[in-house]
């Protein structure tokens, strides 16, 4: 099996990369950041991975703008080159909801279906829930590795009672790589329970014990706790 994965270097595409390469021993094509100008090159493939996505902009409504843009481009190269290939499109829980981010997943997820339908390609999109493990970059990725890297290192943590759903890096991962219809594995919990957790996690770190894990979340949630311990922005 070959795949192609865009965004292949964001917290998700690395774990994904890696899981297809070493776990699947797939052939995993290296796109890089400028993968409309690679692909092209990339040769034949059996599946894209499309994880490529504008998160955030200064001027919220340009999210939408750009994540549209970036759509369009993508679909325009498969079509101009040529390249029939199976997609996988990452989009989000938060396509359901009004935010610029939301409304550009789901139109983005519209548009590819329609284009792998017109070219009789296979299309799957796996709706995510909010993601947390290891590589992920604080004040970018991951509200719970802002939190490990401002506890860690002694700064101000913002959190609030809002109900979340979590899923364990690993776990997304391999649903993922079924390349097939499945749902996510995820822990329904607030942002303030998190945070603690991981407080009480940190607490006991600086006073050299290891705390009563009673669940698999805990486990995940304390391992990604370890890996900024020694964490350099």
């Known amino acids: 099996m070959k795949i192609a994965i865009t965004g292949e270097r ?3 595409g690395i774990h994904l990369t890696a899981y297809f390469r070493y776990v699947l021993k797939f052939e995993v094509i290296e796109l890089g950041r400028d993968y409309l100008n690679t692909l092209p090159h990339a040769g034949p493939i059996d599946w894209l991975i499309h994880a490529a996505f504008i998160h955030r902009h200064e001027n919220p ?3 939408l703008e750009l994540n549209r843009r970036l759509t369009e481009d993508t679909l325009n190269c498969l079509s101009q080159n040529n390249i029939r290939c199976n997609i996988a499109f990452l989009s989000s829980i938060q396509e ?3 935010s610029f981010y939301g409304k550009a997943k789901s139109e983005a997820k519209t548009k590819i279906h329609e284009f792998c339908t017109r070219r009789n390609m296979n299309f799957i999109s796996y709706k995510l829930p909010n ?3 290891k590589y992920a970059i604080p004040e ?3 509200f719970i590795a802002t939190f490990c890297y401002n506890l860690i290192h002694n700064k101000a943590v ?3 009672s809002n109900e979340i759903r979590l899923c364990y890096i690993d776990d997304a991962v391999s649903t993922i790589a079924t390349l097939a219809p499945n749902e996510f594995t995820y822990t329904t919990t607030n942002v303030n329970a998190v945070y603690l957790l991981l407080k009480d996690f940190h607490e006991m ?3 050299g014990q290891f705390p009563n894990l009673k669940t698999k979340f805990e486990l995940d949630l304390y391992q990604t706790y370890l890996g900024y311990t020694n964490y350099k922005m």
Do not use: Q, W
């Open 158 to 160: 913002n959190f609030n």
């Open 96 to 98: 359901d909801n009004d």
């Open 10 to 12: 964001g917290f998700l």
């Open 131 to 133: 993601i947390f493990g």
């Open 205 to 207: 770190n600086l006073s």
């Open 140 to 142: 970018k990725t991951s």
């Open 61 to 63: 409504e340009m999210v």
